[in-house]
């Protein structure tokens, strides 16, 4: 799910580009040429946010998979242990009627000991892989809100830029340019701390 862009550039950089025929300048190209820089870089941030989000998206569905499954493996290890009860309780009536346990009532209990062992591994490595995909999918949601972020100060840097083209003031421009670069500092950083 990519953050488009929520400003026109195509007609943005259309209007620039007319006001330079009219009034020509250096100003107004450097504009339209910070402009357009900032439009590359905010797509591929839009890109990179819409990347991450769907990766994690695939994370979280993987991690509720993995705790489907670690909970069916819970509820087969409870299955066992109620067999294991009811054959400890009918080694008690065995016993309490004076006769001696039955072999297979003992191997039984035994038998359902060991394997409620080996299905609690189980289901605790489907726990312990469930969170490391639950955590890695936050990861990568924090990152898809600095992208995010940053795609949104591309947009109000590119709207100053076009009103610094319209009104030629240039302190306008300096802000577009000001938050442009927290733009690309955010955009960067990500790549920086995977």
Do not use: C
Request: glycine content about 6%; proline content about 2%; cysteine-free.
């Amino acid at each position: 799910m990519p953050e488009d862009p929520e400003i026109d550039t195509d007609k943005l950089s259309e209007t620039i580009h007319e006001k330079l025929e009219h009034q020509g300048g250096a100003f107004l190209r450097t504009i339209a040429l910070t402009t357009t820089l900032l439009a590359a870089v905010a797509a591929i941030s839009s890109l990179q946010a819409g990347a991450t989000a769907n990766e994690a998206l695939v994370l979280k569905t993987e991690a509720t998979r993995l705790q489907a499954e670690a909970s069916d493996q819970w509820a087969f290890y409870q299955a066992k242990g109620i067999k294991s009860a009811v054959a400890q309780a009918s080694e008690a009536t065995w016993q309490a009627v004076g006769r001696p346990v039955p072999a297979e009532l003992e191997a039984n209990v035994i038998r359902y000991g060991k394997e409620q062992e080996e299905i609690k591994k189980v289901a605790e490595e489907k726990e312990r892989e469930r969170d490391a995909k639950s955590s890695e999918a936050d990861t990568l949601l924090r990152r898809h809100h600095v992208f995010a972020n940053a795609v949104a100060l591309f947009q109000v840097s590119i709207a100053l830029g076009a009103l610094a083209a319209l009104t030629r003031v240039r302190a306008v421009w300096y802000g577009s340019l000001g938050l442009g670069v927290i733009g690309v500092g955010l955009f960067g950083w990500q790549f920086l701390v995977k």
